[in-house]
């Protein structure tokens, strides 16, 4: 089979309208859009509403968002309870894990109960999550 012979079956494409062509076309004159009217023109908006205030000024506008923010990735401390006992928990080892998706700086907070001695080492630590990690004789290292 050869690229070049490959056209379109009978019947699935046909021929653009053509309009503004004359009377013998069908679709002269007006072109297929009345007599005056604001739909007749050619520079209507899609945006605009009829009159009406437009939606992007009826929103009030308040403050700035950065939309490129670097948002935290959360673990709580009850998700570290899947490790074993005395093991080193690192960002790699999360994101291995399933329990953060994605890159960027990982935040544990104190959710939940923690039940066995763990390492966490991470960038940020809520003070529920410092309490209770260092409470069942674990260690937390800020990177």
Same mark, same amino acid.
Do not use: C, Y
């Given at each position: 089979?050869?690229?070049?012979?490959?056209?379109?079956?009978?019947?699935?494409?046909?021929?653009?309208?053509?309009?503004?062509?004359?009377?013998?076309?069908?679709?002269?004159?007006?072109?297929?859009?009345?007599?005056?009217?604001?739909?007749?023109?050619?520079?209507?908006?899609?945006?605009?509403?009829? +009159?009406?205030?437009?939606?992007?000024?009826? $929103?009030?506008?308040? +403050?700035?968002?950065?939309?490129?923010?670097?948002?935290?990735?959360?673990?709580?401390?009850?998700?570290?309870?899947?490790?074993?006992?005395?093991?080193?928990?690192?960002?790699?080892?999360?994101?291995?894990? +399933?329990? $953060?998706? +994605?890159?960027? %700086?990982?935040?544990?907070?104190?959710?939940?109960?923690?039940?066995?001695?763990?390492?966490?080492?991470?960038?940020?630590?809520?003070?529920?999550?410092?309490? %209770?990690?260092?409470?069942?004789?674990?260690?937390?290292?800020?990177?």
């Amino acid at each position: 089979m050869d690229l070049s012979i490959l056209r379109p079956s009978s019947g699935s494409t046909h021929a653009k309208k053509r309009v503004g062509r004359g009377p013998s076309s069908g679709h002269g004159k007006t072109s297929t859009r009345g007599h005056k009217g604001q739909k007749a023109r050619s520079k209507i908006h899609k945006w605009f509403e009829g +009159g009406q205030m437009p939606l992007v000024r009826r $929103v009030p506008k308040r +403050g700035f968002n950065r939309g490129f923010k670097k948002k935290d990735l959360i673990v709580n401390v009850d998700d570290l309870n899947i490790f074993n006992k005395e093991e080193i928990i690192t960002p790699e080892i999360l994101r291995a894990s +399933g329990l $953060v998706k +994605g890159r960027g %700086k990982i935040k544990v907070l104190g959710r939940g109960r923690l039940n066995r001695p763990l390492r966490v080492k991470a960038h940020h630590f809520s003070k529920q999550a410092q309490k %209770k990690i260092e409470e069942a004789q674990g260690k937390i290292e800020t990177i």
